[in-house]
Structure formats: C-alpha cells, structure tokens
C-alpha cells in the first residue's frame, strides 16, 4: 500500500512539474515585441502580418508580360519573422528587417524597415541612381549583371517597409536596370528601366473552420434509414 501511494505520488509530481514546465514557456512575441529585440539573429512572431502589393508604375523591360505563377505570387505578402542584422551588414540590408520564414530554418522576402517611404513623384523623377540612392539609400544585395540586346546593364533594388497608425504596415519595392552611358554626367549611371511595387498588410485574422458538410449520398441513406423505421 505504501509503495502505491508512493508512485502516485511521484507521477502526480512529475506532473506538475511538466505543466509548470510548459507554464514557462515563453509566448512567441507580437510584431511590436520582435521589432524591440536588438540581439541579432531571427525572431519569429505571431500572427504573422499578410497583405498584398501591386505595380504602380513601371518602364521599359518590367512593361513586359509576366509568367503566371510570378504574377500570382510575387504580389503576396506574409511577415512572421523578424530579422535582426549585425552592426556591419551584408549586401546593405539595414539593422532590422521584417521577412518570411521558410520550413528550412531560413528565411525570404526581406524588407528593410524606414521610418518613412519615398513618394511616387520623387521615384519616377530619378534620372541616374545617384537619384535613387539619395531617396533610398545605397542598393541592397548585391545587384546583378544582365544583358538587354547587346548592351550591358546593372540591375539594383531595394525593399522596404514603414509602420504605419491603426495597425498596418506599408511596403516598397525599386528595381531598376542602369546603364552607363558616353554622354552621361560625370560617368553616372542612368536609368533605363525601373519598376515600383507597393503594398499594405496587416494582423493576419483566420477564420475558423467550418465543419464539412455531408454528401447528397450520406443523405439520401440517412433519408432510407428513417423511412424503413417509419
């Protein structure tokens, strides 16, 4: 008897040493949380924030059509991590950056985080990047070397976002194709092509799930079921 009533209650402390130990856990912080960490490495919050964006103005090149399955998902919007970067950055990203996070421990999409966003008006007015790095600041990455017929171009980009009043955020992407032409001003970069992405997102809300509904066939055996007991 005594050794029954030891084990009981050896397991009812095991017990609850495993719900104290799951009481512990920490919660997986919000947005705000994450966004006022400074130790560097990924942050995952929760809800994730989700939204759209859309072109709002594009030249040259980025007017051409797009393949569907880039059309359908490049304009998606999913932040659940936040990414905080070491004092001397790689490829220009910023301090802190909001991203999405893949099933492989990394992460994607990454947006640098502005107090403020640049106007359409002052964008569209660029005529060289020296224009877009005075808006935008020094490109992101590390650019990419492409071709346009026979004539050499660099593609730089940038992405950013900016929190906004009521519980949104704002995006923008610039990707833009230079050249450096013989006429240009003091050898600088023009711009050949450039495209504008912007978007909004917000707390993702999911809505619960609704219970499947039954077949015609289920039904019409349930209807048989009551006639026979009739």
């Known amino acids: 008897m ?14 609850t040493l495993i719900v104290r130990a799951a009481d512990d856990k920490p ?30 103005h594009a030249t040259g090149v980025f007017t051409r059509a797009e393949p569907p399955v880039m059309a359908t998902n490049r304009y998606r919007l999913k932040f659940d991590t936040v990414v905080v970067t070491p004092k001397e950055t790689v490829g220009n990203v910023g301090r802190r950056g909001l991203a999405r996070g893949e099933k492989d ?16 008006e ?20 590390f650019g990419e070397r492409t071709t346009l017929g026979t004539e050499p171009r660099n593609r730089v980009s940038w992405r950013y976002f900016a929190l906004k009043d009521k519980g949104s ?3 923008l992407e610039v990707s833009a194709l230079t050249e450096v032409r013989s006429r240009s001003a ?3 970069a023009q711009i050949d092509s450039i495209e504008i992405l912007r978007g909004k997102a917000a707390i ?4 619960p799930e609704k219970k499947d509904k039954k077949s015609d066939d289920e039904k019409k055996s349930e209807e048989k079921k009551d006639g026979k007991k009739d």
Request: aromatic share 4%.
């Open 186 to 188: 003091q050898g600088q």
């Open 122 to 141: 002052k964008l569209k007015a660029a005529a060289t990047t020296g224009d877009l790095v005075k808006l935008l600041g020094i490109p992101q990455g």
């Open 169 to 171: 955020l704002e995006t």
């Open 105 to 120: 421990g990394g992460y994607s999409a990454l947006h640098a985080q502005r107090d403020s966003l640049p106007k359409d």
């Open 204 to 207: 993702e809300i999911k809505t």
């Open 27 to 56: 919660a997986t912080p919000t947005l705000a949380q994450a966004l006022g960490t400074n130790v560097v490495g990924t942050h995952t919050f929760s809800p994730a924030w989700t939204g759209q964006c859309a072109v709002v």
């Open 2 to 15: 005594t050794i029954r009533i030891f084990s009981c209650c050896a397991l009812l402390s095991i017990a």
